[in-house]
């Protein structure tokens, strides 16, 4: 069965330094990798996602995610925090729309 | 653009209390619709899809139960709700083009 693990409950970082929020997955194929972010009280909006392809990803806000196969993971990452990247951010992986599974989320504050 | 709504934003109700959230999407037809509960401090866990009116598949047996009365719309019920049901819940439809899901605003439960 597909599973997603995100090991950091909670990054602290200063505002203008870099980011990267760890995820990997379990599945038995290529899956559909996602990043998503979701502000107190608010829904999650998509950042990015991988289905085939340039493992390097471009999202909105300025993240990025590379998939790497032989580690099985799909990091985000961001070179330059901004005060209003506090936010909680999900990895999710999916083999179709109705088969996604989402990780617990990281919760990043963000330091002046 | 498609849209997507859920009401009411926040309810609070008493144990025992019946239950009905609704979830309405705009600018697309026959998507696939979703529910998804989160606890607090925890990823999000699906617990119903729907892939066509009168469709409902349930993930998790639980007190609650789903209907698709019409293409569009969505609707999360409970006959009585158990202190356990609080969280927050949202809906999701996915652009099957893009084999995407995509988040409502949510629903923040409260049960006393």
């Known amino acids: 069965a597909q599973s997603v693990t995100q090991p950091d409950i909670h990054i602290t970082v200063s505002e203008g330094a870099s980011l990267e929020l760890r995820c990997n997955y379990s599945?038995?194929?290529?899956?559909?990798l996602f990043w998503y972010v979701q502000s107190p009280g608010q829904g999650l909006q998509l950042l990015l996602k991988?289905?085939?392809?340039?493992?390097l990803v471009q999202g909105i806000k300025g993240f990025e995610a590379e998939f790497k196969r032989s580690q099985s993971s799909f990091n985000l990452r961001k070179p330059s925090v901004h005060w209003s990247d506090a936010a909680e951010y999900f990895c999710?992986?999916?083999?179709?729309?109705?088969?996604?599974?989402f990780g617990a989320g990281t919760r990043l504050t963000v330091k002046p | 653009s498609q849209t997507i709504h859920q009401w009411p934003a926040t309810l609070v109700q008493p144990v025992g209390s019946p239950l009905s959230l609704e979830c309405t999407v705009e600018?697309?037809?026959?998507?696939?619709l979703y529910w998804y509960r989160q606890a607090a401090g925890r990823g999000l866990q699906l617990l119903f899809y729907?892939?066509?009116?009168?469709?409902i598949s349930s993930e998790v047996p639980q007190n609650l139960s789903a209907s698709r009365p019409q293409d569009r719309q969505f609707i999360l019920s409970s006959k009585k709700l158990l202190l356990s049901d609080s969280g927050f819940y949202l809906c999701?439809?996915?652009?099957?083009?893009?084999?995407?899901?995509?988040f409502g605003p949510g629903t923040r439960l409260t049960v006393l």
């Open positions: 991988y289905f085939s392809g340039d493992t």
């Open positions: 999710a992986v999916g083999a179709g729309s109705n088969d996604m599974r």
């Open positions: 999701a439809w996915n652009d099957l083009s893009a084999d995407t899901q995509y």
């Open positions: 729907s892939v066509g009116i009168g469709q």
């Open positions: 599945y038995g194929a290529t899956p559909y």
């Open positions: 600018g697309t037809s026959n998507p696939n």
